[in-house]
């Protein structure tokens, strides 16, 4: 499998100079999809690019156990009514925010919001027409809300807490790029009701503590932000976006929080009893997460080399190369196998390549795949009673037989711990605050893969002009606002908003 | 979640008197998955019924990993150029064999085999009719042959093996019945490419083997019979259907493998260099089980009470209940979570209810859901130094606290056993030899509830006779035939073929 590929990837682009033709080459090259197949942004998942996925998704349902979410999966398809019905529920809150009203002073009216344009019909079934037509799901608020009614009865039945990991489908009309925006999506989401809205309030702070816990293992620092109004997914309170940085400065958003009050309760009809035996509607949140997190580590970790696997979710983690020479009188082969036995044991994901290739061969496919670290076993190594460890990251080093291990674990925590330095120091340089306003124009001019940052507190009018200003969006306010006022960069009153400004994927 | 449920199953149907009650009954019951979306044949899965689902799956990737599958994940909409080619090479096979010729002397013709009829179509996305109309997999077999030409160079590729769980379609229009026959289905799929014939039958022993070593964790005795040709996969030289037996005898195929030999590759071009540098065809093989195992599990285990797990698969191995007496001296809760941490670093799955309900109450909720394994802990058994074990297969004793892992691992391993030893009951009764030929009918007539054994080796019209007289279908030739030849229960002539009648799902 794969040998085309091997041979013809000898000119990797230089990831500085050309990403955007490093990204799609590196992907197809460490054989994580294949592109080839006969739709448009619809890839196939090879063996590697899966394991990584799914160590990904590990990790997430790890997190999920840990906070009392269950576990559940849901048909693929839905009923149109119930996409007319979302519809409904969210051109009713984009005119009560236009007109400045309460939505629930509005009613319904047969209006056609976005969602309709992004979905997959299912019209025909065999030879026939359906009666019902279907399309598939987008993402599972409606299908979910539609069966919560039966399942919440009083407040013992909160917080309902469950999530899936499914198939979810878009019709991209844009240009599709691998993981990061396909017509097939590999989605991950949570959706939780509560008692009030304080309730679900925590459970958006839960959600982003989480965030942190995963991104963490991913070695990827992120922005976190409230989005502007006008970027607020439809149907929510407010959204929060949570984006990684790509090295070319454009932003990535990975997973996203939403706080949605209890409007879609009152769409559904998902009420509660009370403790005071009266009817309530639930507050709800969503937290949704999609390969592109995957993107985002190849993008952010990847070299001229090829990948960067952060040992979290590296499907191999060690890869052991026997040397073997002329006359040797010491078995390599052998003591690789051992090497890897023990390490195994020890809950390592370990490959050892004994083929007959030149080692250079070799090296060069652990690489590309981004293996993070290499053994090499030679029978000077194996006299010393050692292996000699070369970090993907860089530098090289023997570890000592005696205490194999425990050397490995710490080995593999430093080339972690290398990547998270390395991209904080990457966002760090990224980041920068805008320049001033001066004569209706910036000071200077904005720079290409920048990232700007700005005390803000301005109308929707001087959001615009900025925008303009710089051809760049709002991602919205930082979670993290800044300690002390700051004059807003448009009114110049004081304020701690941090509002973060980025061309985005 | 699920107080409603838990509240209306008070009055279980009987299994043995009725069965097709009881089954659909307990399904929503014990929480496995819930029936009302709106769409028929969809269900959800619930996060017992999932969880359960999840380990079925992690028992088959294990297999797979086992014997050097890799896993893979394709995309679930496949052009409609695909299903035509399907067609074609399915309705050349048919011709070839109804005329009896070398498939490869026929050429195509835009004939209409059954697929057609059972895909759902996407012809639509957004408001645009598409140009290429797609359709929701059945199964994979023509999005994985259009990528293994890319895939497959030569010698040194082969075999290859890759599987993946994914969710496919069939437009039922028979009755559905959840796990059974259902419209979005919970597929696993097996897909081989091999240098010849014998390798090719090399991979179905191993198919093979692998469902002896799944059955037995799911404590389930299976049917292996190599089809009819009336009833072999299109496309496929051969198939062995592996079935199920439910309570009222009926026959669930719960999984098949397919010997495709180099039907497929001829016609989507898969070809390899041999040793000789020579091109030649792969042998393909394919080998596909779905959720219809947790189907199976249900209907054979459970008894008036509700489900019983297999310990392999069971969510919840153990669930500890304190009793809680008036006045007692002995924290009971405390001890029941220091059991239930003991288990869990043990590896056991572990549920403490320390509800405050009746013990009565607590029991029959755990014994719907089908809970292996209760560990009751009241003063007394504190005091003595034990817990009380109640086996959901009948039986009470205490397990000293000394030794507490190794008796509840013994303990499972026993419920396990039982299971085994009662499912082989069950098919040795329900097995029987069909009765004689005589006069122009059977001897005696077939009963209710039974699956029929015979010496065959007649012709195709003495199976529609046979099949006429009976009400009943062949399932093929059992992989296992008689060890010495008996008399053909047409024909009269000595044959080994052991030929199984049922009634199937």
Redesign the interface.
């Known amino acids: 499998?794969?040998?085309?590929v091997a041979k013809a990837n000898r000119g990797i682009p230089s990831k500085a100079e050309a990403f955007t033709e490093w990204y799609p080459f590196i992907v197809e090259a460490a054989e994580l999809v294949?592109k080839?197949?006969?739709?448009k942004g619809?890839?196939?998942?090879?063996?590697y690019g899966?394991?990584t996925m799914?160590l990904i998704d590990g990790l997430t349902h790890a997190e999920m156990e840990r906070t009392d979410h269950?576990?559940?999966?849901?048909?693929?398809?839905i009923?149109e009514v119930?996409l007319e019905k979302e519809n409904a529920l969210v051109a009713r809150l984009k005119r009560a925010r236009e007109e400045g009203v309460d939505p629930d002073e509005l009613r319904d009216e047969e209006e056609e919001a976005g969602f309709?344009?992004?979905?997959?019909?299912?019209?025909?079934?065999?030879?026939n027409e359906l009666d019902?037509p279907?399309f598939?799901r987008p993402t599972s608020e409606t299908?979910m809300y539609?069966?919560f009614p039966?399942?919440?009865?009083?407040h013992?039945?909160l917080p309902?807490k469950?999530y899936q990991t499914v198939?979810t489908?878009r019709?991209e009309?844009k240009q599709t790029r691998s993981f990061i925006r396909v017509r097939?999506i590999?989605f991950f989401e949570a959706h939780t009701a509560h008692v009030d809205e304080a309730d679900a309030t925590r459970q958006i702070e839960q959600d982003l503590d989480i965030v942190d816990r995963l991104m963490h293992h991913l070695c990827l620092p992120v922005l976190k932000a409230k989005r502007p109004v006008w970027d607020t997914f439809p149907g929510a309170w407010y959204t929060i976006g949570i984006d990684a940085i790509m090295p070319n400065g454009r932003t990535l958003q990975v997973a996203s929080c939403h706080h949605y009050r209890d409007q879609w309760a009152k769409a559904f009809d998902i009420t509660y009893e009370t403790k005071e035996a009266t009817q309530a509607h639930v507050h709800q949140t969503t937290y949704g997460m999609s390969e592109r997190l995957l993107g985002a580590v190849v993008g952010m970790h990847g070299d001229d080399s090829g990948l960067i696997m952060p040992p979290a979710i590296a499907p191999i983690q060690v890869v052991v190369c026997p040397l073997v020479r002329k006359n040797a009188t010491v078995d390599t082969v052998a003591v690789s196998h051992d090497v890897a036995d023990r390490l195994r044991q020890a809950g390592f994901r370990v490959k050892v390549d004994d083929r007959d290739l030149h080692p250079g061969q070799k090296y060069y496919d652990w690489e590309i795949k981004g293996v993070p670290l290499r053994l090499e076993v030679g029978p000077r190594d194996v006299e010393q009673g050692s292996v000699f460890a070369a970090r993907r990251t860089g530098g090289k080093s023997p570890i000592p037989m005696d205490g194999l291990e425990s050397g490995v674990r710490e080995t593999l925590d430093a080339i972690a711990k290398e990547l998270r330095v390395r991209a904080h120091a990457h966002v760090d340089e990224v980041v920068q605050p805008l320049p001033a306003w001066k004569d209706g124009s910036l000071e200077t001019p904005v720079e290409d893969g920048r990232i700007y940052e700005l005390a803000f507190d301005g109308s929707d009018a001087d959001a615009e002009r900025l925008e303009r200003a710089t051809g760049m969006g709002f991602l919205g306010d930082a979670t993290e606002p800044y300690p002390e006022p700051r004059p807003c960069h448009a009114t110049g009153e004081p304020t701690t908003r941090r509002v973060l400004m980025s061309r985005s994927y």
């Open positions: 499998m794969g040998k085309k294949d080839r197949y006969p739709i619809m890839d196939v998942w090879r063996p899966w394991k799914r269950e576990e559940v999966n849901f048909p693929l398809l009923p119930l309709k344009k992004e979905v997959y019909w299912v019209r025909h079934a065999g030879e019902v279907m598939l299908a539609t069966m039966l399942w919440i009865r009083s013992a039945d309902l469950v198939n489908f019709y009309t097939e590999h």
